[in-house]
């Protein structure tokens, strides 16, 4: 019975979807935020220390090695290092 009504209105039935897709649209974006996952990339922190070494000695002999394996890792996007005076060394 319902299924004959459809058949014979055609463009009835057309208008009606059209307006259940719009309706689910309209609410689609209306969903707040924060029920979406927050999404953080993973990272990591590698420290090091040389004890009397300038930054310069640091980076040279310390920063550059680990730059150089870390740099191979898939999916590494960018990382970011600093070496001190006081002989510390940070890459993350």
Same mark, same amino acid.
Request: proline share 8%; hydrophobic share 50%; aromatic share 10%.
């Given at each position: 019975?319902?299924? &004959?009504?459809?058949?014979?209105?055609?463009?009835?039935? $057309?208008?009606?979807?059209?307006?259940?897709?719009?309706?689910?649209?309209?609410?689609?974006?209306?969903?707040?935020?924060? !029920?979406?996952?927050?999404?953080?990339?993973?990272?990591? !922190?590698?420290?090091?220390?040389?004890?009397?070494?300038?930054? &310069?000695?640091?980076?040279?002999?310390?920063?550059?090695?680990?730059? !150089?394996?870390? $740099?191979?890792? &898939?999916?590494?996007?960018?990382?970011?290092?600093?070496?001190?005076?006081?002989?510390?060394?940070?890459?993350?």
């Amino acid at each position: 019975m319902i299924a &004959e009504f459809f058949i014979k209105r055609p463009i009835f039935a $057309n208008v009606i979807a059209f307006v259940t897709i719009l309706i689910g649209l309209v609410f689609l974006f209306r969903l707040p935020v924060a !029920q979406y996952p927050e999404i953080v990339p993973p990272t990591i !922190q590698i420290t090091a220390r040389y004890p009397g070494a300038s930054a &310069e000695v640091v980076a040279a002999t310390i920063g550059i090695p680990i730059e !150089q394996a870390v $740099n191979g890792v &898939e999916g590494s996007i960018y990382m970011s290092s600093t070496s001190s005076s006081d002989g510390s060394y940070s890459l993350t």
